[in-house]
């Protein structure tokens, strides 16, 4: 049954059907065909009512295809709007019509999951997701390629494991639907399976290593694409597993957002830096489907929301300075901010707005977890999350600092102002990073549970803690400025299981290939032997009595060693 004749039709199956258009028409039409399809679907999420579904049979299951509730509604707008920006960044940095196709199924399929209205839906869209994703990373060739294998392993491992919590949770409700287990997915081992599977995608610490391994390697507009789908549909999915928290979850999400702000700090990749930085952010969120509250859980949507427009900004202005430059190595850049000031500014607004500076949209929402674990009296994690917010300040002053403002830029390329496109699609983000900041009702109004907490932004204590993480931040650098420009690339845990997952699938390789080889020798010399046997029969005869022979004389040998153990 379906709501509404075309607001019930899925907006990620349209994503898709614009997909396969931007791929065969030519560059600019194909563009311009995904940035309009984008636009309209999220008008579409927009006006779709509460409630708006579109059911039917999965193989053979009950299924919901498309569900709109205050929670998927959210996500899938943010989505939807961010897309139609990556889109007109594509077109301004040369991407080509491919690589923006390619871009726009991993969309939809994103998209896909976060408006399934059950779990076998969700779970088949996890996986195109995955598919999606890793062809999108394939695509710009070289080191990519190799990133793209280890990803596709991380995330079929994690896929597999969401399967089987899937199932298994069916068996113990007896149906897919997300309305016939209010509290989430049923059962310990379930809730365990899904939660290392969906941890992958969140970047669990051990779980992580493939997004500083995968993000930094392709496009520099597919890195926009990337920094926001993977990470943040994990976290939808995580909500609907635990709707009403997990004390394990949560302090998982502390634990990422010190770990991911301590890793960042030591990169000089830009892109490496920033992909620590959507695991260390992204525990948030995690932190705020924990906790569990009303207000947790608003605020780990509403920092879903606004780390997608900081983080894909952030992404932007790094690619805006790959584009002029040529370099991704922060100590090899310096001064750019006389060259590229739109690009500077930008990346200021997103920087402070990433760092939960008072007035940027991050403040709001940031404040809103810390605020919540707080008043649940979780004081082990309201202090990792403020330690990753100092984090967070002394990161990205390194990386203002040494990519805008550190001497003159003495590289080779010539450097001037991103293109206007690309200026525009920075602007239009920047903007909504500081109407947000200043007008934190208008983000209320767009998140889930409205009215069922209370939360103000500007008082004196959230004021004074925001500006008390920026001094820190500020402190933090000047003393350890030194140090950490003598850091050169920080080997992660990849560096131990990529060398053994390699060698081991190797060796098994080499094991089954030995074996297999082994056995065709044998069959082979048991046919030549046949083929002998027919065509001279006495040779059969002084065989058998050959091989009879030495039975008889291995039987006594092991009669007389039994014998001599005393077993016989």
Not at 122 to 147: C, H, K, N, P, Q
Not at 503 to 530: F, K
Request: charged letters at 10%; glycine letters at 12%; hydrophobic letters at 55%.
């Amino acid at each position: 049954m379906a709501s509404g004749p075309l607001t019930a039709f899925p907006p990620g199956l349209l994503v898709l059907a614009a997909a396969l258009a931007t791929g065969l028409a030519g560059r600019r039409l194909g563009h311009l065909l995904g940035g309009l399809t984008t636009a309209l679907v999220t008008v579409w999420i927009w006006v779709a009512p509460a409630g708006t579904h579109l059911s039917g049979q999965l193989f053979g299951f009950d299924a919901v295809f498309f569900a709109v509730d205050p929670f998927s509604r959210v996500v899938g707008l943010v989505f939807a709007f961010i897309a139609t920006v990556a889109v007109t960044y594509s077109w301004a940095t040369g991407a080509s019509n491919r690589q923006t196709a390619y871009a726009l199924t991993y969309v939809g399929s994103s998209i896909g999951t976060v408006f399934a209205g059950d779990w076998l839906t969700m779970a088949v869209w996890l996986e195109a997701m995955a598919v999606t994703s890793t062809i999108l990373v394939w695509d710009y060739g070289g080191e990519a390629i190799r990133a793209g294998f280890r990803y596709a392993l991380l995330h079929g491992i994690g896929g597999s494991l969401v399967l089987a919590a899937v199932a298994w949770h069916y068996v113990a409700v007896g149906s897919f639907l997300l309305s016939a287990a209010p509290g989430g997915m049923a059962g310990t081992i379930p809730q365990v399976l899904l939660a290392v599977g969906i941890g992958v995608n969140v970047g669990f610490i051990g779980l992580h290593a493939w997004l500083p391994d995968t993000y930094p390697r392709p496009h520099i507009a597919a890195s926009v694409f990337l920094c926001v789908y993977t990470t943040k549909t994990g976290v939808y999915v995580m909500y609907r597993a635990f709707p009403e928290g997990n004390l394990w979850v949560a302090y998982m999400g502390g634990a990422m957002a010190v770990f991911g702000a301590g890793a960042a700090l030591l990169q000089n990749d830009m892109r490496r830096l920033l992909s620590y930085h959507i695991q260390s952010q992204v525990g948030y969120m995690v932190a705020g489907v924990g906790i569990g509250s009303a207000l947790a859980t608003a605020g780990a949507f509403g920092h879903v929301f606004n780390h997608i427009l900081y983080k894909s900004l952030l992404f932007m202005t790094a690619g805006a300075v790959v584009y002029q430059t040529g370099e991704e190595n922060l100590k090899k850049l310096g001064g750019l901010a006389r060259k590229m000031p739109v690009t500077a500014a930008a990346f200021t607004i997103a920087a402070l707005a990433i760092a939960g500076f008072p007035g940027f949209n991050g403040f709001v929402s940031k404040g809103m977890v810390i605020g919540a674990a707080h008043y649940e009296h979780l004081d082990a994690l309201w202090y990792l999350l403020l330690l990753g917010g100092v984090g967070t300040f002394l990161s990205f002053i390194k990386f203002g600092y040494y990519a805008f403002l550190h001497g003159p830029y003495e590289g080779d390329a010539e450097v001037s102002s991103a293109p206007r496109v690309q200026q525009l699609a920075m602007g239009s983000v920047a903007v909504l990073l500081v109407f947000f900041g200043v007008v934190p009702d208008a983000l209320f109004a767009i998140l889930p549970l409205e009215g069922a907490y209370e939360f103000h932004t500007f008082t004196l204590g959230h004021v004074g803690e925001g500006l008390a993480l920026a001094a820190a931040g500020v402190v933090g650098f000047l003393v350890l400025k030194k140090p950490l420009s003598k850091v050169g690339r920080v080997p992660d845990i990849d560096a131990v299981y990529n060398p053994i997952a390699f060698y081991g699938t190797r060796a098994v390789v080499h094991a089954v290939t030995e074996t297999y080889a082994a056995v065709d020798r044998a069959v082979v010399a048991v046919v030549e032997r046949g083929i002998e046997f027919r065509a001279d029969p006495a040779l059969l005869s002084r065989y058998r009595a050959n091989v009879g022979g030495s039975i008889f004389i291995l039987m006594v040998v092991l009669a007389g060693v039994l014998a001599w153990l005393g077993i016989v």
